[in-house]
C-alpha cells in the first residue's frame, strides 16, 4: 500500500492506493463503490488479468482515504485525474463498481467497465422517502442530533462532510453524461441487483454509442463471484 498526496481547490488529499502487477506496461485503473474500499475490489480482482498492472484506490473518505471537505462526483473524477498525472499512469481501462463506475464514466478511458454502476434515478420506496422527509423536517428544526436515527445506511458513520458530500451524489441523474461517452464499454450487472437494477444497466447499455451488455447472478456485489469471468472478458476485448 501506498500514500499519494493530491493537491486540488487549495486542499491536500491524502489517497491510499495499491499496486499489482508492478512490471506490467499497460494498467487498468478499479473504483470501488459508495462505502466500500480499494480492498474489495482487490479481493476480486486481484489474482487475474496478470497482462494488466491493477491500480487499486481509495477514493476521498473511503478506506484508508481521509476526507472531511464536502464533494461532488466530478470532484471525485478530477481528484482521481490528478491522482493518475502524480503517478504517470494513462490507464487503457477504467472500472468502476456503483459510485465508482459514476466517477469512471466522467473520466472517459479508451475502455469504461461498469459494475452495476450508479447515475440512473431509481424511484426510492415509501420507507426511504419517509425517512428523508423525517430528517429534514428535524433539520429545520434545527435538531440535527435526531438525523442519525433516521440516515440512510450509506451514510451512516460518516463526518459532516462526507454526509453533505453523500446528499450530493446520490441523486444525481447521470444519463447527459453517458450520452456523452466515447470510450468502448463493456457492462457487468447483478440480475438480482436492488440498488442499481438491471433495468438501469439496458438503459445505460443504450446511451453508449459502443457496448456490451453481460448479465449475470447475483446482487449488488455479483462481482464477487464473478470476477474470473469478467476478468476473462475484458482481457479479450481489450487486449486480444
Request: with cysteine; net charge positive.
Amino acid at each position: 500500500m501506498a500514500i499519494k498526496e493530491i493537491n486540488y481547490n487549495e486542499k491536500k488529499f491524502e489517497l491510499s492506493y495499491i499496486v499489482k502487477n508492478p512490471d506490467q506496461e499497460k494498467a487498468i485503473l478499479i473504483l470501488h463503490g459508495w462505502g466500500s474500499n480499494k480492498e474489495i475490489m482487490q479481493q476480486a480482482f486481484g489474482n487475474c488479468m496478470k497482462e494488466l498492472r491493477h491500480i487499486y484506490l481509495d477514493m476521498p473518505g473511503f478506506g484508508n482515504s481521509p476526507n472531511e471537505n464536502i464533494l461532488t462526483t466530478n470532484d471525485y473524477a478530477n481528484i482521481v485525474k490528478l491522482f493518475l498525472e502524480e503517478i504517470n499512469t494513462q490507464p487503457i481501462a477504467i472500472a468502476g463498481h456503483s459510485f465508482g463506475g459514476k466517477v469512471a464514466t466522467l473520466l472517459n478511458p479508451p475502455n469504461l467497465i461498469l459494475l452495476s454502476s450508479a447515475g440512473i434515478l431509481v424511484p426510492k420506496p415509501f420507507k426511504i422517502k419517509a425517512k428523508i422527509a423525517i430528517t429534514k423536517f428535524f433539520n429545520k428544526l434545527g435538531l440535527k442530533a435526531f438525523r442519525k436515527l433516521f440516515v440512510a445506511d450509506d451514510a451512516k458513520g460518516m463526518n459532516e462532510g462526507m454526509y453533505e458530500t453523500f446528499k450530493n451524489v446520490v441523486n444525481e441523474d447521470f444519463e447527459d453524461n453517458f450520452n456523452k461517452v466515447t470510450s468502448n464499454a463493456l457492462l457487468f450487472w447483478g440480475k438480482s441487483d436492488t440498488a442499481t437494477p438491471l433495468w438501469t444497466a439496458k438503459k445505460i447499455d443504450n446511451m453508449l454509442k459502443s457496448s456490451t451488455l453481460y448479465e449475470l447472478e447475483g446482487d449488488h456485489f455479483f462481482f464477487l463471484q464473478h470476477s474470473k469471468f469478467i476478468c476473462d472478458k475484458i482481457v479479450e476485448k481489450i487486449l486480444r
